[in-house]
C-alpha cells in the first residue's frame, strides 16, 4: 500500500488552524501541522510546507507565491506582453527550483498550459525562447507526466530547427532529458519522432562544448532506462540498439570522450552511456575495434583519483566484458592491475568497490587462465578488503 495523500488545501488549513486558534507563530503551525499529518502516515514530499498569504479584506484567501507568480504569467502571455513574460518566466523559474512541491503545487493548477503558450509566444524570439524553454525544463523535473503531445512535437520541431544554436539546443535537450526520466510513453514516443538522430547529431555538430556534450549523452542514457513502475516492461534494449545501430552512437561517444581528456564530468556520463549501450557481443567488439577499450584503460590510469571518472570506468569495463574476446582484451591492456589498484585507491568508496569487484567477476567468468591473473595481482585481497570496509553494503558483499 502507497503512503497516504493529503491536498495543499488541508494542510494550508491545518496550518492557519494552528495559527489562529492555538496561537502558533507561524514556523511553529507549519512544524505542528508537519508533525501531525506524518504521524498519520501521510506523504507530504509533494506539499508546500510554509505559510500562505493571510486572506485578503475582501475575504478571499490569498495564493502561494508561486501561484501568483503564475498568474502574472498567465496575464503576461494573454497580453502578448513580452517583456512582462520575460521578467514572469525569470521568477517562476526560480521559484520552481526551490523544491518539488512548489512545482508540483504550479503544476496541478495549470502551470505547463502556461508555460507552454509561452514557448509557442517565443517561438520568434530567441532570448525569449530560452527563458521560456529554461522555465519548461525547471517544471518537467520529476513531472514527465505534465508533457502532452504539442510539447513534445515543440520540443523536436525547436531542436530541428535550431540546431546550429548550442545555447537553444542544450535547453531543449535538457527538457528532453526531464521528460524522459521515469515516463517510458515519453521515451518512446520521442524515439519514434525521431530524437536520436538530433542526440548525436548535437553531440557531433557541438562537439566542443562540454555542457551540451554531457546533457545530449545524458539524455541518450536515459532512453535506455528501464524505471517507469507503471509499465511492465520497456523498450530500453530497442531503444540502445537504435542509438547503435542507426545513429553510430559509440563512435560519436568515443569520439567525443577524446576532446575532453581533462574534464571529469563530461568523461564520466560518457563513460556511463557507453556501458548502457553494451548490450551486445558485437557491441562491446566494436568498443574495442573503435579504440574505446585502449581509452578507458588509460583513462582510469591517468583519472585515478577522481572517483566518479573511476566509478563510471569501471562500469563500462564491467559492460564490454560481457564479451569474451573482449575480456581477453582487458586483461592484455593491463585492466586487473589497475581496477585491483582503484578498488585500493578508494577502499572507503562503495560504490568503485562494487563495480571494480563485479568487473573482476566478469573478467573471471568462463576464463581459468584470468583468475589466476587476477590472484597473482591480488584481486582477491583487494575484494576481501573491500567487503571488510563495507559489511553493510549488500552490493559490495
Given amino acids: 500500500m502507497g503512503s497516504k495523500q493529503i491536498a495543499q488545501e488541508t494542510f494550508d488549513d491545518a496550518v492557519q488552524e494552528n495559527i489562529t486558534e492555538f496561537e502558533m507563530d507561524p514556523e511553529e503551525a507549519v512544524r505542528e501541522a508537519v508533525q501531525q499529518f506524518e504521524s498519520q502516515g501521510v506523504d507530504l514530499s509533494n506539499i508546500v510546507k510554509a505559510v500562505r498569504q493571510p486572506t485578503s479584506e475582501n475575504g478571499q484567501r490569498e495564493k ?16 502578448s506582453d513580452l517583456a512582462g513574460v520575460a521578467e514572469q518566466l525569470e521568477v517562476f523559474t ?7 512541491a512548489l512545482r508540483y503545487l504550479a503544476g496541478q493548477n495549470g502551470a505547463y498550459s502556461v508555460v507552454f503558450s509561452a514557448c509557442q509566444l517565443a517561438s520568434g524570439d530567441r532570448d525569449l525562447l530560452l527563458k521560456a524553454f529554461y522555465t519548461l525544463c525547471a517544471l518537467l523535473d520529476g513531472q514527465p507526466d505534465l508533457l502532452d503531445s504539442a510539447g513534445r512535437h515543440l520540443l523536436l520541431q525547436t531542436l530541428r530547427g535550431h540546431g546550429g544554436d548550442a545555447e537553444v539546443t542544450l535547453a531543449g535537450i535538457r527538457c528532453v532529458r526531464h521528460a524522459c526520466l521515469k515516463h517510458e510513453r515519453n521515451r518512446q514516443d520521442f524515439v519514434k519522432g525521431g530524437v536520436l538522430p538530433l542526440l548525436t547529431g548535437a553531440i557531433v555538430r557541438h562537439g566542443a562544448d562540454p555542457n551540451l556534450v554531457r546533457t545530449a549523452c545524458s539524455a541518450l542514457r536515459v532512453m535506455t ?6 509499465v511492465p516492461f520497456g523498450h530500453a534494449h530497442d531503444h540502445a540498439k537504435m542509438i547503435v545501430l542507426e545513429n553510430d552512437g559509440l563512435r560519436v561517444l568515443i569520439e567525443a570522450a577524446k576532446a575532453f581528456r581533462e574534464n571529469c564530468s563530461v568523461l564520466s556520463e560518457l563513460c556511463a552511456t557507453l556501458s548502457r549501450l553494451s548490450v551486445r557481443n558485437e557491441f562491446c567488439q566494436e568498443i574495442v575495434d573503435l579504440g574505446g577499450l585502449n581509452f578507458m584503460v588509460s583513462l582510469l590510469a591517468d583519472c585515478i583519483d577522481h572517483p566518479d571518472v573511476v ?10 566484458a560481457g564479451n569474451d574476446d573482449v575480456k581477453d582484451a582487458i586483461v592484455s591492456a593491463g585492466g586487473t592491475d589497475l581496477i585491483v589498484l582503484a578498488i585500493s585507491h578508494h577502499l572507503a568508496n562503495p560504490q568503485i568497490c562494487e563495480q571494480g569487484c563485479a568487473a573482476l567477476c566478469m573478467l573471471a567468468l568462463r576464463k581459468p587462465e584470468n583468475c589466476h591473473v587476477i590472484m597473482e595481482g591480488g584481486g582477491a585481497l583487494a575484494a576481501l578488503q573491500a567487503m571488510k570496509a563495507h559489511p553493510r553494503e549488500v552490493a559490495v558483499q
Fill in 94 to 100: 526560480e521559484q520552481c527550483k526551490e523544491q518539488l
Fill in 225 to 230: 532506462f528501464d524505471d517507469d513502475i507503471r
Fill in 64 to 79: 502561494h507565491e508561486i501561484l501568483l507568480t503564475l498568474d502574472s504569467l498567465a496575464r503576461a502571455v494573454a497580453d
Fill in 311 to 320: 566509478k563510471q570506468v569501471l562500469s563500462a569495463i564491467r559492460a564490454v
